[in-house]
């Protein structure tokens, strides 16, 4: 079973940049297709960001597409999001999640495991 713990949120400034990492554990990391959700309370989780197992390909959401990067370190078992020019409307809180099959990454219930979630915050 993969565990995955998310760090690196926290409370910005408009403009402003973050660095998300979840680290992983447990399992074979390059068997898994990594995601990156975001929730605002009262929503559904909706999707971010993904990255391939190789790294090599990812996908992104038009609302984050040119301003996040998602990345992964196979070696390090960690896949990274770099958040730029952040706004209040990216305020959720952040998952990742890694997904075994070869569903459709958009799709949050194509995911096997999630970590706990971290909090961004996007003061205006």
């Known amino acids: 079973q993969l565990q995955l713990v998310e760090s690196g949120g926290g409370l910005v400034q408009a403009g402003e940049t973050l660095r998300l990492s979840c680290a992983a554990s447990?399992?074979?990391?390059?068997?898994?297709?990594i995601g990156w959700f975001r929730q605002a309370p009262g929503n559904e989780q909706e999707f971010v960001a993904a990255?391939?197992?190789?790294?090599?390909?990812?996908n992104y959401a038009d609302a984050v597409k040119g301003r996040f990067t998602i990345s992964r370190d196979n070696a390090k078992n960690t896949v990274y999001l770099q958040m730029n020019s952040l706004k209040p409307e990216d305020t959720r809180v952040y998952y990742c999640?890694?997904?075994?099959?070869?569903?459709?990454?958009?799709?949050?219930?194509?995911?096997?495991?999630w970590g706990q979630g971290t909090q961004v915050t996007v003061s205006s």
């Open positions: 999640a890694a997904n075994r099959g070869y569903g459709d990454e958009v799709v949050q219930r194509e995911y096997d495991y």
């Open positions: 447990g399992d074979i990391f390059i068997l898994f297709l």
């Open positions: 990255v391939s197992r190789s790294g090599r390909n990812t």
